[in-house]
């Protein structure tokens, strides 16, 4: 007998035994309510189901949208760089035609090439020494009023 209390103390049956809540639980109502509520339930995970799956619709049409926005934006830098490379080609192109015709310039604007077209096309030539003649003026220079003026004030402003 006092092994059987020290085994009751230490273990204790009563916890694992079933409760009266539980095999009420258990224990079906009726068939029309156990299956109504199995289509109620259908129904909720159904709807569940279509909210999911419109939210990932727009959740892919979001993704979908942002990644033909990055196409396209890439596309446009693609089209700029293109248009750049060849707008820098064209400024070398001009900046060499630039050098050419500044050169060319110079060449026609040389002293020598000045001579022969002044000589040449015009009919000009060389001053010879015989041909310069120096005139000689007044060694004082002189100022000369004409008419008889009078000198007043009064006279300027009339």
């Known amino acids: 007998m006092g ?11 009563s916890r694992f035994a079933e409760s009266p809540r539980e095999t009420q639980r258990q224990k079906p109502i009726d068939n029309t309510t156990d299956i109504t509520v199995a289509k109620n339930k259908e129904k909720i995970l159904k709807k569940e189901n279509n909210k999911r799956s ?6 892919a049409l979001v993704f979908l949208a942002f990644f033909a926005l990055l196409l396209n934006s890439k596309a446009n830098l693609t089209g700029l760089s293109d248009k750049i490379i060849t707008e820098q080609q064209s400024l070398a192109e001009l900046e ?9 310039l110079e060449a026609k604007m040389s002293t020598r090439n000045v001579e022969e077209y002044a000589k040449n096309v015009l009919g000009m030539q060389k001053v010879d020494p015989s041909q310069i003649e120096r005139i000689l003026g007044a060694t004082e220079d002189k100022a000369e009023i004409s008419g008889d003026r009078t000198n007043s004030i009064l006279d300027l402003f009339k």
Do not use: P, Q, S, W
């Open 3 to 13: 092994e059987e209390n020290i085994m009751g103390k230490v273990y204790d049956f």
């Open 54 to 59: 419109i939210t990932m619709f727009f959740v």
């Open 96 to 104: 060499a035609e630039n050098t050419r015709l500044n050169m060319e």
